[in-house]
């Protein structure tokens, strides 16, 4: 069935440098997605959306891009900072609800 | 403003018994949804209600069930616990259900 993964499970990023965080999507009709943050013991917490008329949105050092063609999303985090660390999960909302990947966990080192 | 509550934040229950969590959403969300989270499996949809209707159903035995209230708090209710149900439950509020969903913090469920 159509779905919404990541293409990596972990990605670790020193303090400072700007993180990339990737999610391929398979429904095409598709036309809203959402970027969330999970650290330990908490609920998500959504970070960023961007609705499928647009390619990119920026927020605070968080900017989301869209890319269509290859249903393709990813988010991008400027200076990465220790708090960053945390699992990052991209959903897709369709008929049925939000769609959510696995998840990127993201391990920032000093 | 009051983001989502959910209660309790914990429980443990044996097999057999049911289960009943709340969710309070933020003020003026009419809609809420649930999931279930699981090292396995990640986050799953459960259901979605909307003015006290469901309008959205995942894939779940009919085991999981939810109600929502004209305040548009909801429950949900396990019944028959299977040790399979320890998860953590979310839930999600948003004003329609077709713009950015908030989560709670959880329920952590432990069938023992």
């Known amino acids: 069935g159509e779905s919404v993964g990541l293409h990596l499970p972990t990605l670790s990023v020193q303090e400072g440098d700007n993180s990339i965080i990737n999610c391929a999507y398979s429904?095409?009709?598709?036309?809203?997605f959402i970027w969330y943050k999970q650290e330990s013991g908490k609920g998500p917490q959504f970070i960023i959306d961007?609705?499928?008329?647009?390619d990119k949105r920026q927020g605070q050092r968080v900017t989301v891009l869209l890319n269509k063609t290859v249903k393709h999303l990813s988010l991008q985090i400027a200076a990465t900072q220790p708090g960053d660390s945390a699992v990052y999960f991209c959903?897709?909302?369709?008929?049925?609800?939000?769609?959510f990947g696995a998840g990127t966990t993201v391990t920032v080192r000093a | 403003k009051a983001g989502v509550t959910q209660t309790p934040r914990y429980l443990i229950k044996t097999r057999g018994q049911q289960v009943t969590l709340s969710c309070s959403p933020i003020s003026g969300h009419r809609s809420v949804s649930w999931y279930q989270q699981t090292p396995g499996q990640g986050l799953q949809f459960l259901f979605e209600?909307?003015?006290?209707?469901?309008?959205n159903k995942g894939n779940f035995p009919g085991r999981f069930s939810g109600r929502q209230f004209s305040n548009s708090r909801s429950e949900m209710n396990v019944s028959t616990l299977e040790l399979g149900d320890s998860a953590l439950y979310l839930c999600?509020?948003?004003?329609?259900?077709?713009?950015?969903?908030?989560f709670g913090q959880g329920t952590r469920l432990t069938v023992v």
């Open positions: 999600a509020s948003s004003t329609d259900g077709n713009t950015e969903a908030f």
């Open positions: 429904n095409s009709a598709s036309d809203y």
């Open positions: 959903a897709e909302r369709g008929p049925a609800g939000l769609s």
């Open positions: 209600y909307f003015s006290e209707t469901q309008r």
């Open positions: 961007i609705r499928s008329n647009m």
